[in-house]
DNA sequence: GAGGATTGAATCGCTTACGATACAAATGTA
DNA sequence: TACATTTGTATCGTAAGCGATTCAATCCTC
């Protein structure tokens, strides 16, 4: 064990820069999703129903790695904007089916124009292709060796 | 633009892996820092203190880039818990200054033990040394990029 | 088929986060 | 020296996040 306490400075820690990326990327979509009156979890929502249409609240838990406490409420404040519908599952009771709605659905073809938008934001800085799909690769290898350690 | 959607996919995000893996590393500090009372934003405002010594709240926000509205009511309760004292400075009525009292700094002893831990828990797993050297210094760079496009 | 274990969703309480704003202290400027 | 501007912190309101727990529906085991 270092004794020295370098271990302890921010620079030197793994956790600090991925609080601090996630958060500014999420201020930085913050804009362009105010657009939609969405925020960024809510977007995501929408990201997990547009890819792979009805989900019960369990699916998009684990999707998206939230537990259901966090969901539901999420969930009902969509629900509020009518961009999307829960209903109990007729063979399983405890299961609450989500669908979207048209405008949930509609929703879609405006929220295209996001990632372009994205992308020019950025257009002026000199962030290497490679070096961007090596982060995404290793993230995703981190989140899976994290959520395999985390399981009850 | 695409317009497939393939784009909207949650795996060819990078804000997503972001923000997962954020949670996810939080989340295993979280019994780490139970032993200490401590959340992982608290323990963050911690790490500056005994890295750099006393620091106005100003300084604090900077350095984890959060606002004062965060940084404020979490230095209160570490406040509370006795770990640091805030005080008015004397040159500029306007500016709080943070420091941390006898138990807030012996605290810092105990703390060094946290990344050995974290390691620990990891040994089994197959974590390229490089490839978290890339990923850390990559974050880094992004942060950098970010916090510039999202000043005043 | 009774009775305990499990599961899916939700409720509660507490702690972040942050936009918008307030407010006093300090600074700049006419 | 008046007065507008800037700066540092804090307040308010809203939305996440999550641990702990609840509760009903379902499953399992005998």
Redesign the interface.
Known sequence: ???D?T?????N?????????????????TPLLKEFDLT?PQY?VL??L??HGNQTVNEICH????ESNTVTPLLKRLEEKKLLQRKRSDKDERVVQISLTKEGEAL?QH??????KLIN??AD?T?DET??R???K??????D???K??LP
Chains 1, 2 share one sequence.
Do not use: H
């Not at 820690?13 to 979509?29: D, E, G, H, V």
């Not at 999707?63 to 939230?66: H, I, K, S, V």
């Open positions: 064990m270092k004794t306490g271990a302890l400075y921010l620079e820690q793994l956790c600090f820069p991925l609080y601090a990326a996630s958060r500014l990327t999420t201020k930085i979509y960024y995501l990201l997990v547009w890819q999707r998206l790695l939230l879609k929220a295209l124009s996001i990632p372009d934001a950025f800085e962030i070096e961007i090596n982060l995404q290793t993230l995703f290898k981190l989140i060796i994290m959520n350690k985390l």
